[in-house]
Each structure stands twice: as structure tokens, then as C-alpha cells.
């Protein structure tokens, strides 16, 4: 049957966003819709903004062998934190770290239910 849709997709993150500010000590949710706004800000600005910040540091990129990603990662989680209220990350490395525990977790939940799809 494929994979799941986008609002699957869509809740999953949103859940993935809430554990992960849960887990971290560095990252501050106010509430669980704070999450859902927080998971659309992060999407959108993955289709916006993150593919610019890739193109325009593309030779950093390739000098750092890709792991300036990490660091574009951050940025736009810093920059989600800028557009949510209720929603902080203390600094850089609380969002460097917040990106890839979102990115860990998400991809678990979604491999998980990915599993399931295949299974019907």
C-alpha cells in the first residue's frame, strides 16, 4: 500500500518534537500545541529556507564533508524557536543536538509505522 500520507507524516513529527523537548534539558515546549506549531514551522522552513542555506554554503559544505548540515540544521531550529512562541532552544549546541534527536526519533516513529503500511 505505500507509504504514509503527509498528515500521518505530519502527526508523527509533531509527536517526535514534543519526546525530544521532553528528553533534552536544553529545549523549553510550553504546552503539546505548541509542538504542532513548532512541527510546521520546522516544515516549512525545510522547503524554504533550509535548501538556500544549503545552496549558498555549498563549499563550506564540501570543505566540513558534508557535516556543516548539521550545523544548517541548527540554524533553522534556531530560527523555528525565533517563530514559536512557547517554543526555546539555550543556544546552538541545544539546537544541534535537538535537530538530531528530532531526526533519530522521527525516523524511528516513521519506520515503524512505514513497517506497518507495508505489512497491509
Given at each position: 500500500?505505500g507509504?504514509?500520507g503527509w498528515g500521518?507524516?505530519?502527526?508523527?513529527r509533531?509527536?517526535?518534537v514534543?519526546?525530544?523537548?521532553?528528553l533534552?534539558?536544553g529545549?523549553?515546549?510550553?504546552?503539546?500545541?505548541?509542538?504542532?506549531?513548532?512541527?510546521?514551522a520546522?516544515?516549512?522552513l525545510?522547503?524554504?529556507?533550509?535548501p538556500?542555506l544549503?545552496l549558498f554554503?555549498?563549499p563550506l559544505?564540501?570543505?566540513?564533508l558534508?557535516l556543516?548540515?548539521l550545523a544548517?540544521n541548527?540554524?533553522?531550529?534556531?530560527?523555528?524557536?525565533d517563530w514559536?512562541?512557547?517554543?526555546?532552544?539555550q543556544g546552538?549546541?541545544?539546537a544541534?543536538?535537538?535537530?538530531m534527536?528530532l531526526?533519530?526519533?522521527s525516523?524511528?516513529?516513521e519506520?515503524?509505522?512505514?513497517?506497518?503500511?507495508?505489512r497491509r
Open positions: 500500500m507509504r504514509p500521518t507524516r505530519f502527526v508523527i509533531t509527536l517526535s514534543f519526546a525530544t523537548a521532553y533534552l534539558p529545549v523549553e515546549l510550553a504546552q503539546f500545541t505548541t509542538a504542532i506549531w513548532v512541527s510546521l520546522l516544515a516549512v525545510n522547503v524554504t529556507v533550509r538556500l544549503i554554503t555549498i559544505t564540501l570543505f566540513t558534508g556543516f548540515l544548517i541548527a540554524m533553522v531550529v534556531m530560527l523555528a524557536s514559536v512562541d512557547g517554543f526555546s532552544v546552538f549546541w541545544s544541534l543536538v535537538f535537530s534527536v531526526t533519530l526519533i525516523g524511528l516513529l519506520g515503524n509505522v512505514r513497517a506497518k503500511f507495508k
